[in-house]
């Protein structure tokens, strides 16, 4: 090793102990998520005789249809609810407890409402599994957030892309695993479903034992707790190399900058004029991108397959195919994103997602006179999912991280993460009445929902690729009509200035 390698800047390597921490907390948090996403999917029937039953041995009458319609869609719905809180709970914790902190503190989230599934259906109750929904909801909402956090913060900067994309990845995982334990002949059946439900503890449980052998994010120890020592020796873990200074002074530099920006709070966001466009697309993007009914797939795939015609026994495993297509797609749409523009990929997503729903309404409404169009019905649903995997999902996050700027981006996340969360709930509580009211036209509303989607990005959204932040905030500058006064580090807190809110603390200078 010769002397001058030092003054070279060197390229971060996967370390062991990187990818370990990468695997215990994306098993432990992301796939979770994933996994609760689509656990009430295979064991629905038999969940639902469970509910008949026990409303029958409490009242002495057989559960009214639409009642027990209304518990189910509650039972599937409050886990997106539970992620719009959890998602709130989100800055606090991270604060106080720190990322791997908060990690482990969220695996209460998971392993308390997994004992109580495991156990509803012995103690008689389906509120207890309600509850849990909630619970488990609380969970995802935050690690989702959490998880892309402290990878983020653990990674080098060569590497932060890559390791990115592990929590959606396991996320897809998770929705794939669920799928699988519930063929009929795992645990998709009326003694194994308690048991499916209770399964989510595994994963946190073994995060629980695992994660505290590694490292806290060294940003976090460093800047919000101020231990330099022990930031130090945790990045010489992670990097696996002795000299860290530099890398531990850039996070210095990198802080202080921030705070000289400022930064905006959410009502900040919501009333200056200068974000307004770029607020407005970061809302229609998650609402197109949640009520274009991605979730109402994974969540009810059995039921849709069923009333498209499949054969009752080849159900599980078109729905596994279909979880299977959506891991596949998600390692793919990462080279794609990379290469292609973004608007672009927004437009064929939401067209193709809105084609195969116009498709799929046809291919319902002939099931019954023509033999094969079950199989239509299948190939539609597996368009629609990889029509979403390449726009629609995963582009809303990198436009929203492009449209706004460091001061103004914790703001946009927190109002892209609320409206994604009510959006979901929104599909989840309705989808089970849309499909009892409308029959084969419920889908024709997601099929609206995507059209007028797209034809807001058309008109709005302006090509986000290779652009500049000052190119892309000029772009914005004009719909907003508010004047941009070129030359300032970021136009945002100059509105914040004028808008008299600016805090004495984001007046320290940068150097
Ligand atoms: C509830 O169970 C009873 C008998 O066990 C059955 O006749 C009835 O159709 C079920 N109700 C619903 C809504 O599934």
Redesign the pocket.
């Known amino acids: 090793m010769g002397n001058e390698e030092k003054y070279v800047e060197r390229k971060g390597r996967l370390t062991p102990v990187l990818a370990l921490a990468t695997l215990v907390s994306t098993f432990g948090s992301s796939f979770q998520y994933g996994y609760n996403v689509a656990v009430v999917n295979s064991p629905s029937p038999f969940m639902?005789?469970f509910y008949?039953?026990t409303?029958?041995e409490r009242h002495g009458t057989?559960?009214?249809?639409s009642f027990?319609t209304l518990l189910w869609s509650l039972s599937v719905s409050m886990f997106p609810l539970g992620g719009f809180f959890g998602s709130l709970m989100v800055a606090p914790l991270v604060n106080k407890l720190g990322r791997k902190g908060a990690l482990l503190f969220n695996n209460i989230f998971s392993i308390v409402p997994a004992v109580m599934m495991g156990a509803s259906e012995v103690a008689g109750s389906y509120e207890i599994i309600i509850v849990s929904r909630i619970l488990v909801g609380i969970c995802a909402g935050l690690s989702s957030n959490v998880v892309p956090m402290y990878l983020g913060e653990l990674s080098p900067k060569n590497l932060r892309g890559a390791i990115g994309i592990v929590p959606q990845l396991f996320i897809t995982i998770g929705i794939l695993t669920a799928q699988v334990f519930g063929i009929r002949g795992i645990l998709g059946n009326s003694s194994g479903w308690p048991f499916m439900l209770a399964l989510t503890g595994v994963p946190a449980v073994i995060e629980l034992f695992l994660l505290p052998f590694f490292p806290e994010s060294p940003r976090y120890m460093l800047i919000q707790r101020g231990d330099e020592k022990k930031a130090r020796r945790d990045l010489q873990r992670l990097r696996g190399w002795e000299e860290v200074d530099e890398e531990l002074q850039e996070m210095r530099v990198e802080e202080q900058s921030e705070r000289a920006e400022g930064r905006l709070s959410v009502l900040n966001l919501l009333s200056f004029r200068s974000l307004r466009w770029q607020l407005v697309s970061v809302i229609a993007m998650n609402m197109g991108q949640q009520l274009s009914g991605v979730n109402a797939i994974y969540y009810y795939a059995d039921s849709i397959y069923g009333s498209a015609g499949v054969k009752e026994s080849d159900i599980q495993y078109v729905t596994v195919g279909t979880g299977a297509v959506n891991v596949f797609m998600t390692i793919a749409a990462v080279f794609i994103v990379e290469s292609s523009g973004r608007k672009l990929l927004l437009l064929i997503g939401f067209g193709i997602c809105c084609g195969a729903c116009v498709l799929l309404t046809i291919a319902l409404n002939f099931q019954a006179s023509v033999e094969w169009m079950p199989y239509l019905s299948i190939t539609c649903v597996i368009i629609y999912v990889i029509g979403h995997a390449i726009g629609p999902s995963p582009i809303p996050y990198v436009v929203t991280t492009e449209m706004f700027r460091q001061a103004s981006r914790p703001a946009a996340f927190m109002v892209a993460g609320s409206v994604h969360w009510l959006s979901n709930f929104t599909v989840g509580l309705v989808f089970p009445f849309l499909e009892k009211g409308l029959g084969p036209y419920s889908f024709i509303i997601f099929a609206f929902i995507c059209l007028a989607t797209l034809v807001y990005i058309w008109a709005v959204i302006p090509e986000t690729k290779n652009k500049t932040f000052l190119e892309i905030s000029q772009l914005f500058a004009e719909m907003n009509g508010a004047e941009i006064v070129v030359g300032t580090a970021d136009p945002d807190t100059e509105e914040l200035k004028r808008s008299g809110s600016w805090q004495e603390e984001a007046k320290v200078t940068a150097f």
């Open positions: 639902q005789q008949n039953q409303y029958l057989p559960i009214e249809d027990l």
